[in-house]
């Protein structure tokens, strides 16, 4: 059974950061694209960042372009997402999400709260 | 980047009825069409990919249709589990994959 668990969520200041991980099981990591999405509570689905399967080509949305890295480490089976430069519009739940296109399977979320 | 339009934004259907939900793309997409359902508290659920083929596990009473920048899901009979938010997503125009803002089908 496929399982992504996210981790590393929190309350942080704006201008703070936060490495969000998530956990992958049930499949062998090194043969998927991952990626993520976010989502504001209440709102609908933003696509956020992606990377390919070997780690070296990672792609953003243009609003954290420059201040989130996304990276994975196979053989550790961890996919992760650094946030840099936060912002009080980054506030949302974060999902890891696999699959580089259209996602079959998704984790729970890590709710990420950028506030003063 | 593409802009994918969902419509209604809320349909009121009773159980048992046909529910038909529409996703429009601003830009040609071929048949590169994503549908999630999302109920509170969860994640985003696959459920149509490719327009048209259903994820796995995934039960006959739901389509998908369309091409180019037309696209539906329809539900042929609502069950109460069927209750819940919809969400298209595009993945022809890169960067970046968006996704629509969403159909919520509530119990009429």
């Known amino acids: 059974e496929v399982q992504l668990v996210e981790s590393g969520g929190g309350l942080v200041h704006p201008g703070g950061s936060l490495r969000l991980s998530c956990a992958a099981s049930g499949f062998t990591l090194s043969d998927y694209w991952m990626q993520w999405v976010r989502q504001v509570p209440g709102k609908g689905l933003m696509w956020v960042s992606r990377?390919?399967?070997?780690?070296?080509?990672?792609a953003y949305a243009e609003s954290v372009r420059g201040r989130f890295t996304i990276s994975r480490d196979n053989a550790k089976n961890t996919v992760y997402l650094q946030m840099d430069s936060l912002r009080v519009e980054d506030t949302a739940m974060y999902y890891c999400?696999?699959?580089?296109?259209?996602?079959?399977?998704w984790g729970q979320g890590t709710l990420v709260t950028v506030s003063s | 980047e593409t802009m994918m339009t969902q419509s209604p934004p809320t349909l009121s259907v009773s159980p048992g009825e046909r529910a038909t939900l529409s996703c429009r793309a601003s830009?040609?997409?071929?048949?590169?069409l994503a549908w999630y359902q999302q109920k509170p508290g969860q994640a985003p659920r696959l459920l149509i990919y490719g327009a048209s083929t259903r994820a796995t596990g995934v039960p006959a009473r739901f389509s998908g249709s369309g091409s180019g920048t037309e696209f539906t899901l329809t539900i042929s009979s609502l069950q109460s589990e069927d209750f819940a938010v919809y969400y298209c997503?595009?993945?022809?125009?890169?960067?970046?994959?968006?996704f629509g803002q969403g159909t919520k089908v509530e119990i009429k």
């Open positions: 999400a696999r699959g580089g296109s259209y996602s079959p399977d």
């Open positions: 997503q595009e993945y022809y125009n890169w960067p970046p994959w968006t």
């Open positions: 990377i390919n399967r070997d780690g070296s080509s990672g």
């Open positions: 830009l040609e997409i071929s048949t590169n």
